[in-house]
């Protein structure tokens, strides 16, 4: 009796193990995002207009099916060449923008038990789908805050209170006076497994302002791994960053995603490299329309069918070249030219860490220590190394926003820093006056609130909200230039316009007069720039904003730090090419048979119009970036710097666009990419 007992106990036992099975197979095969002819708007739309220009449809149709279990995994990134594309179909599958109709998107996996046992709160998809984005708009760890309250304050030595730590940042500790009882609910073990995993240990104790670029990224992927998301959406986390981090970085999110522990979506450009573990990419194009979705091999093959899906070559290469650009013909070695920026032997210390010139540098024969480098008119500089290198130190000891500027051995423009026996310093206010500079440092601190023509002629100023008393007519006829020529990349839903003249003997003057009459009239008034904000325009489009106030002044010397990445890949193309030219050549979108964008002398040229005529020969220009897409093809030298600690900083020099050399990108790099 008793043996057929405890064999009734087994039989029930086994039938509820089955059953419980049961439940969890049927739990897993639901998808954790289900859209199904979704058509998706950012108000609602309204019965009498519907298809309202502010108030377009966005991916129309759309079936998008993540599930929230599969073997092998699913591995997905999301491609287009526009970041404000990509940025809304994220929002998108974190349940933001209205839905039409409202069931057409829904998260089956977000329903079932196995969610309300882990934590109710999982069932709301913007608990459970959490958005991390990369660019100055997001800001850095918790925005300008944890960076400080001017762009100098990351390079003080002194800590504030206000200075925490990378751990006190993950714990949430970031208010003068945190909440005792949140302290009480940070699971340990998880921080532990999370700062392993992200390989954050070491840097735990670190200030969270003097984070490098892409040990910042690491650390606001952890801060959201605190919060136990289902699912993990990433803006761009590979911009900015350089190779070996990248690499690193790719690493980590896979050991992830190969666990779901989040599940992971990023976003990729078209030229990004994609990781080797992606199994599946989706294409929107930037009229916010799927062109194509599903495994890695099939899209791409699709794409390589459609030439005009893949990003163009550069094309400010063979225009320059055969121009005679005053950026090209500029860019020579001129050894006699005057020296705008001299290093003697810089070195930059907090405490007993070094963080630039940590080497001994060998000139003439003689071993010197730190950083010894000279800038002259004409050249344009690339300056290159690893994420931490000390690239953007370098560049605040230039523009004066380092402390240490005052006593490290450098020249600005023939003259000290401060003044000795018969050698007068030079101001802070002429030395900015004299530089342009564009970063991801400089737009996290750009005011929002100033309207984009008011932005643009800040480059007058002597700082952002101050009044441009130096602006004259000569300016304004600029900025009018300025903002027509990229009206389109600047104004949502502007038209089109064409400057381009294809060289043509019986074309006169009155009827070149007259195509250029008809587009400046096609364009409209400029009133729409002191009506929009900075802030309102999309990401891409401040970048442009604060592209073209670097350069717009024509300044002694020109920084472009990062500042192509997060363009929209023709803002990025036009850029390129305007740095070069200004208005003299006008880039053509491609037409007909022709796969490629044209350079083309412009309207203006012809009929002497042109007000900006790109980069002078007696400028310098410096430019930052990790990706060899966004060096501008007039770069012609190079410095590597090392990681403190290593070796002294490499030099060289380019015999043509760097976009076009593989070879020396790898030279650049010490490696082969």
Not at 493 to 522: C, G, R
Request: contains cysteine.
């Amino acid at each position: 009796m008793r043996q057929t007992r405890r064999f009734a106990t087994h039989i029930q036992n086994l039938s509820h193990y089955k059953q419980r099975n049961q439940i969890e197979h049927a739990e897993h095969a639901k998808a954790l995002i289900d859209i199904s002819g979704a058509t998706f708007y950012r108000h609602h739309p309204s019965t009498t207009s519907p298809t309202s220009s502010n108030n377009p449809a966005l991916f129309p149709g759309l079936n998008f099916h993540l599930p929230s279990f599969t073997r092998p995994s699913q591995h997905w990134a999301i491609l287009s060449p526009s970041a404000g594309v990509r940025t809304t179909f994220l929002q998108i599958l974190r349940a933001q923008h209205i839905c039409i109709p409202p069931t057409a998107r829904t998260y089956p996996y977000l329903s079932t038990q196995e969610i309300a046992g882990k934590d109710a709160r999982l069932r709301n998809p913007s608990r459970a789908i959490q958005y991390v984005g990369f660019d100055a708009e997001r800001g850095g760890l918790g925005g300008s805050s944890m960076r400080g309250a001017y762009l100098s304050a990351r390079y003080e030595a002194r800590k504030e209170e206000t200075d925490f730590s990378l751990l006190e940042y993950l714990k949430g500790n970031t208010e003068l006076n945190p909440d005792e009882a949140s302290r009480n609910l940070i699971d340990e073990d998880l921080l532990a497994r999370v700062l392993l995993d992200l390989k954050l240990q070491e840097l735990q104790n670190m200030p969270a302002s003097h984070l490098s670029n892409g040990q910042t990224r690491r650390a606001k992927i952890a801060k959201i791994l605190m919060t136990k998301p289902e699912l993990l959406l990433l803006d761009g986390p590979f911009m900015g960053l350089d190779p070996s981090t990248r690499k690193l970085l790719s690493s980590l999110l896979k050991q992830l995603s190969d666990s779901c522990a989040p599940r992971i979506i990023f976003s990729l450009r078209p030229q990004d490299t994609i990781p080797d573990w992606v199994t599946h990419l989706i294409y929107i194009t930037e009229d916010f329309k799927v062109f194509t979705q599903g495994l890695k091999s099939n899209v791409l093959a699709q794409l390589d069918s459609r030439h005009d899906m893949l990003p163009q070559a550069s094309i400010a290469t063979a225009s320059a070249e055969s121009s005679g650009s005053q950026a090209l013909a500029g860019a020579s070695d001129d050894s006699e030219a005057k020296p705008l920026v001299e290093m003697q032997g810089v070195k930059v210390i907090y405490g007993q860490r070094c963080v630039l010139g940590d080497w001994q540098q060998s000139i003439e024969g003689k071993q010197q220590t730190g950083l010894l480098w000279t800038v002259r008119q004409g050249q344009r500089w690339g300056i290159f190394g690893a994420n931490g290198s000390g690239k953007t130190t370098l560049l605040s000891l230039i523009t004066s926003d380092h402390p240490q500027t005052y006593s490290a051995p450098i020249r600005l423009f023939q003259r000290p820093r401060l003044s000795t026996a018969g050698n007068p310093g030079i101001s802070i206010f002429d030395i900015q006056s004299r530089i342009g500079h564009a970063s991801p440092e400089v737009h996290t601190f750009f005011p929002r609130s100033l309207p984009v023509r008011r932005a643009l002629e800040s480059a007058w100023a002597d700082a952002p909200l101050s009044k441009p008393t130096k602006l004259d007519d000569q300016g304004q006829r600029k900025i009018d230039a300025c903002l027509r020529w990229f009206q389109s990349e600047l104004k949502h839903q502007a038209v089109l316009l064409d400057f381009s003249h294809q060289t043509n003997a019986s074309s006169s003057p009155q009827d070149l007069q007259k195509v250029y009459d008809k587009t400046i009239e096609d364009s409209g008034s400029l009133h729409w720039a002191t009506q929009t904000k900075f802030g309102e325009l999309s990401f891409s489009a401040q970048r442009v904003i604060l592209f073209l106030r670097s350069i717009i002044r024509n300044p002694d010397i020109v920084i472009l730090d990062e500042a192509f990445s997060g363009m929209d890949d023709w803002a990025k193309q036009k850029c390129n090419l305007f740095l070069s030219h200004g208005e003299n050549r006008f880039l053509q979108e491609p037409r007909g048979e022709t796969v490629e964008p044209q350079s083309l002398p412009s309207l203006q040229s012809q009929l002497g119009l042109v007000h900006f005529h790109g980069l002078h020969t007696n400028q310098a220009l410096l430019v930052v970036s990790h990706l060899k897409e966004e060096v501008p093809d007039c770069v012609r030298q190079w410095i590597t710097l090392p990681e403190p600690g290593t070796t002294a900083p490499r030099t060289g020099r380019l015999q043509g666009p760097l976009n076009k050399q593989q070879g020396a990108w790898n030279e650049i790099w010490d490696t082969d990419l």
